[in-house]
């Protein structure tokens, strides 16, 4: 019995707050997102001039942002930047992921990273499948973007996404200049 009346005041006390804090508008002035009228969150560049929830009016004390005007200059053009890598396939060292192994081969075109391939990884049982299946194509895209393999881990896929980077890096310092 208390117990249920101890979760009932907590679901009551927290569906007045949401009630509360979701009826008023933001307060002007303040570094909290604009509103449109319906609710939603403005996109930024729409909150470039604050406005009060109310009206299309100005907030006091705010000033317009002044024009930028681009001024062309006159120079020569910048050489095109040489990659850090060699091209060519460069083949990683085999990583381990706990339940397999973790082998890729960086693909480098004009110095720089163009694809990622993978040559081995866990795939003896259903689960691994399933869990590489869906990590691997985003740690591909996000090596291929950062240029290197210092890249973000996938959340769920943390033996593999250690595997893959170990042996990216290990291609990658092959493919040094």
């Known amino acids: 019995m208390r117990k249920s009346l101890l979760i009932g005041s907590i679901i009551l006390a927290f569906s007045l707050y949401v009630w509360r804090t979701g009826a008023t508008p933001a307060p002007a002035g303040l570094n909290a997102p604009l509103l ?4 939603r969150i403005l996109p930024l560049a729409q909150q470039d001039t604050p406005t009060r929830p109310d009206a299309s009016t100005p907030v006091a004390g705010t000033a317009p942002k002044p024009a930028v005007s681009a001024v062309p200059t006159a120079s020569k053009p ?13 083949r ?3 990583a ?7 082998k890729v081969a960086a693909v480098v075109r004009n110095g720089k990273v163009a694809d990622v391939q993978i040559l081995d990884y866990p795939n003896d049982r259903g689960h691994s499948i399933m869990i590489n299946n869906y990590a691997l194509p985003r740690l591909i895209s996000e090596a291929v973007q950062a240029q290197s393999a210092d890249i973000q881990i996938v959340s769920g896929a943390t033996d593999s996404s250690m595997a893959f980077r170990e042996s990216l890096a290990s291609a990658l310092a092959q493919a040094r200049t």
């Open 92 to 94: 990683g060292d085999a």
């Open 78 to 90: 910048a050489p095109a930047p040489r990659g850090q890598y060699r091209d060519g396939e460069f």
């Open 96 to 102: 381990d992921a706990y339940y397999g192994y973790v």
């Open 36 to 39: 449109a009228p319906d609710r």
